[in-house]
């Protein structure tokens, strides 16, 4: 735990997805799969699909829109402008810059940061530690994601999983100490990169009739690698994050676990020994939106009332990277 008497705390959050629906038997329709197993094995039952002209920083800037209307701040209040996400609308300028101009925001620091799935735990620490640090007030941090734009639609093995939206906090400095966001317990393993990855794109295969022609330029995965793995740390970086603040899973009110796969929630419930009711679950309707996947969550969360004032909150997740992180939220 921080030592310093100032909080961050969570002043506002606001989430987005597109409005077409893609449910387990129209992908039964493009690829050999069912219903039945997309349920069985992820809990998946539909996920969100953005328009051909809805970018990243469209979902983003609704979402960051909504966050700002209930944090009562208006654009021009925000200092820092934070973006977590693997489908940025292009490689540069940064999508943070894009949703900067759509907003209206001012002259903000901007920039994208990318840890995938656990992008939003990521830059919820970089934006608490400027909001300390610095001379900034106010900061907006969004997980957006278009992931139908890198999935590839003939794999059966990748495309039945993932699915497009965005969330959004707004971040502000309070006076009142040990509150907002408590704590955080980031961690990562660059060994493991090619078990989820998008290999094209990028300074080592760039875009080519070749790389285009062997499909690099979609999301791979070892699915079964992944999940042992994400089983593992996400456990590991749960028990490290309540040891280091003297807390056990019966002072936790509420978990908000990244949205990825049913089965590795409910491993995880088991292994903490923290109930199931206690996690916030959605990713039956969305499926996984990687950085997106927790802040959607988190702002669904306290829309729907599962979250009251003083409320200790977990939040943890896994990606590509590989990266995961825990955090320790007291709610406001
Ligand atoms: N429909 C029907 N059958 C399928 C499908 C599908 N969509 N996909 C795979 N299968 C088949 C496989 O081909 C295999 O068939 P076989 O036995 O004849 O070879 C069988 O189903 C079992 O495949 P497994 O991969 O062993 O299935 P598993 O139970 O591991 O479930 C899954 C696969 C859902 C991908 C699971 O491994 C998983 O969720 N992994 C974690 C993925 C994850 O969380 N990724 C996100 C990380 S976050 C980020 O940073 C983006």
């Given amino acids: ?89 292009m490689p540069f300028p940064s999508t943070a810059c894009i949703i900067q101009a759509k ?12 840890a995938a799935c656990s992008g939003f735990l990521y830059i919820a620490e970089v934006a608490s530690s400027l909001l300390k640090n610095g001379n900034y007030k106010h900061a907006l941090i969004i997980g957006t994601e278009k992931l139908s734009s890198i999935l590839d639609w003939e794999d059966r093995t990748t495309c039945v999983l993932f699915g497009d939206g965005a969330g959004a906090a707004i971040l502000s400095l309070s006076d009142e100490p040990n509150t907002g966001l408590i704590d955080f317990k980031l961690g990562a393993d660059g060994k493991n990169s090619e078990l989820l990855h998008m290999p094209g794109g990028g300074s ?50 509420c978990v908000i676990p990244h949205q990825a796969n049913l089965r590795i929630i409910e491993s995880l419930s088991n292994r903490l020994e923290l109930p199931l009711d206690k996690f916030y679950l959605n990713l039956d309707k969305y499926g996984n939106t990687s950085a997106a996947s927790i802040p959607i969550a988190l702002d669904e969360a306290y829309r729907t009332g599962r979250l009251k004032s003083g409320d200790i909150i977990l939040m943890v997740a896994f990606g590509a990277g590989l990266t995961w992180g825990a955090s320790l939220l007291k709610w406001r």
């Avoid at 907003?103 to 990318?114: F, K, P, R, T, Y």
């Avoid at 330029?217 to 280091?244: C, N, P, T, W, Y």
Wanted: with cysteine; aromatic share 4%.
């Fill in 103 to 114: 907003l209206g925001v001012g002259n903000a620091l901007c920039m994208d940061i990318e």
């Fill in 204 to 253: 080592a295969v760039p875009a080519s009739t070749n790389s285009l022609e062997t499909r690099q330029h979609f999301l791979k995965m070892r699915g079964r690698e992944v999940f042992k793995s994400a089983v593992r740390v996400m456990e590991q970086s749960a028990i490290e994050i309540l040891d280091q603040n003297q807390l056990n899973a019966n002072d936790i009110k």
């Fill in 1 to 89: 735990m921080s030592s310093d008497t100032r909080s961050v705390i969570i002043k506002g959050t606001g989430s987005y997805a597109p409005e077409k629906i893609l449910s387990n038997d129209d992908l039964a329709k493009l690829v050999d799969t069912s219903d039945e197993w997309i349920t069985a094995r992820t809990g998946i039952r539909s996920r969100r699909i953005a328009a051909d002209d809805e970018y990243a920083s469209d979902l983003g800037s609704k979402a960051a829109a909504r966050a700002l209307e209930d944090a009562g701040i208006t654009a021009e209040e925000v200092d820092i402008v934070i973006v977590a996400t693997i489908t940025p609308d």
